[in-house]
């Protein structure tokens, strides 16, 4: 660790996602936010924060195991039923869908003028959002969706550029990504791993017809998180306050 980014460690550590009480979840798809951070949610929702969810695409293309004709418009209407019965069981009754197409069949500024009403309306003091500097990432919709959150995270505070999309600001304090490699805070979520297994395979059966490696996946980073943060199950995020957010290129490393 270099000494500029030691200092900055200890002068201007990454916020502590619990400290906050509103608090928007971002998918690029129906099962994403399950995926990287259903637990967390979960345990937010139960001590009595506000939770949001916001699902961007409609899933269309998402699966390997629908029944032969359910495709297209009709496997969309499914997803979207299965985003509520799981948001319903993970405790968040405010979920909320952009109407744009799995597959990247969008431009990625509408994406980004969507999310920003949603974040006008909703006002949450932390976003949550797939890590779209991941090097490994491929799709595109979780790259577009990473990048417009992150974007938008910074600019929302700003007056003038929200009032440029005819919006309000909103005094974002952090952005969390999910599905990262380079975590930097933990989110205690013992008692919360089984919730979020269900909010899955009871929920998103389109997808998940039966438990499969994504189970033991998540039941595997949930100890390794644990470990890292001396606890039996945990998820980890990458945090950036509004000060590691602009100029600051060590809080990237």
Do not use: W
């Not at 309000?168 to 008692?191: C, F, S």
């Amino acid at each position: 660790m270099s000494l500029t980014k030691l200092v900055l460690h200890f002068a201007a550590p990454p916020p502590r996602i619990e400290s906050f009480q509103r608090f928007l979840f971002v998918g690029p798809h129906p099962d994403d936010i399950e995926i990287g951070a259903g637990a967390t949610a979960a345990k937010l929702a139960s001590t009595g924060k506000d939770v949001c969810f916001l699902i961007c695409t409609d899933g269309r293309y998402g699966t390997d195991h629908a029944p032969v004709g359910l495709s297209g418009d009709r496997l969309a209407a499914v997803r979207k039923r299965e985003a509520a019965a799981s948001a319903a069981l993970l405790g968040v009754r405010d979920l909320r869908f952009l109407p744009f197409s799995d597959g990247g069949f969008y431009e990625p500024e509408a994406l980004q003028r969507g999310i920003a009403a949603v974040i006008a309306d909703f006002r949450p003091e932390v976003i949550f959002a797939p890590d779209p500097c991941v090097a490994s990432e491929c799709h595109t919709d979780h790259l577009n969706v990473g990048e417009a959150a992150r974007r938008l995270a910074c600019f929302a505070p700003n007056p003038g550029i929200m009032a440029a999309m005819g919006l309000t600001p909103v005094n974002v304090q952090a952005l969390a990504y999910y599905m990262t490699a380079k975590p930097n805070r933990y989110v205690n979520t013992t008692g919360y791993l089984a919730r979020q297994l269900h909010s899955i395979y009871d929920c998103h059966k389109s997808q998940f017809p039966e438990r499969d490696a994504v189970a033991t996946y998540l039941k595997l980073r949930a100890a390794d998180f644990g470990l890292r943060s001396f606890c039996t199950c945990a998820e980890g995020f990458r945090i950036l306050g509004k000060t590691q957010m602009h100029c600051l290129p060590e809080a990237g490393r």
